[in-house]
C-alpha cells in the first residue's frame, strides 16, 4: 500500500522539529526567519534598556515605600520589591544574551545563529516559567480566598 499523501496545511518541517534525532549537519534555517532574526538586534537592544529603567524604577519606588510607611508595610514592600527586581534581573541577563547574540548575527557573524536561537528560546522559557508559577499563585490564593468564605460572604447572608 501507498504512503499517504502529505498534508498540504502541515506547516513545513526543518531540523528544529523535535521528535527526531538531533541533525549531525549544519541548521537548516529558513532566510526569512534569519532576516527577522537580524532585524531584530535593536528592538532588543532596546528592550533591554527599558528592562534596566525598570529596575531603577523599582528599586526607587521601594526605597521610597521603606522610607515613608511602618514596619509592616516596610516588610511587605521589600518581599514585593525583591520578588519584582529579581524577576527583572533575570529577564535583563536573558535579554541581554539575546541582544548581543542579535548584534552578531545582524554584523555578520553566522557563528551567532546558534546563540542566538538558544538565548531566544530561554526567553520565551523563562516567560512561560513566570506565567505558570503566576497562575498557579493565582489559583492558590483564589481558593484559599474562597474556602476561608470571605469572598463569598454575601452568599449566606
Known amino acids: 500500500m501507498d504512503a499517504p499523501p502529505p498534508n498540504p496545511f ?5 531540523d528544529l522539529d523535535g521528535g527526531k534525532a538531533a541533525a549531525t549537519g549544519p541548521v537548516l534555517v529558513a532566510d ?7 532585524a531584530a538586534a535593536p528592538w532588543v537592544r532596546r528592550l533591554t ?4 529603567l525598570s529596575i531603577g524604577v ?18 511587605l ?6 520578588v519584582t527586581i529579581a524577576i527583572s534581573a533575570l529577564f535583563l541577563v536573558v535579554l541581554r ?3 548581543a547574540a542579535s548584534e552578531r548575527f545582524r554584523d555578520g557573524d553566522d557563528e551567532a ?8 528560546a530561554l526567553y520565551f522559557k523563562l516567560v512561560a516559567g513566570l506565567a505558570a508559577i503566576g497562575l498557579t499563585v493565582y489559583i492558590v490564593w483564589l481558593a484559599v480566598g474562597i474556602a476561608s468564605g470571605r469572598w463569598l460572604a454575601w452568599v449566606r447572608a
Open 10 to 14: 502541515e506547516p513545513p518541517r526543518s
Open 32 to 38: 526569512e526567519a534569519l532576516e527577522e532574526l537580524a
Open 49 to 52: 534598556r527599558v528592562m534596566v
Open 58 to 75: 523599582q528599586l526607587f519606588t521601594s526605597i521610597a515605600v521603606v522610607q515613608q510607611y511602618g514596619f509592616a508595610w516596610t516588610k
Open 77 to 82: 514592600a521589600t518581599l514585593v520589591g525583591g
Open 97 to 99: 544574551r539575546y541582544a
Open 113 to 120: 545563529i546558534g546563540p542566538l536561537l538558544a538565548a531566544q
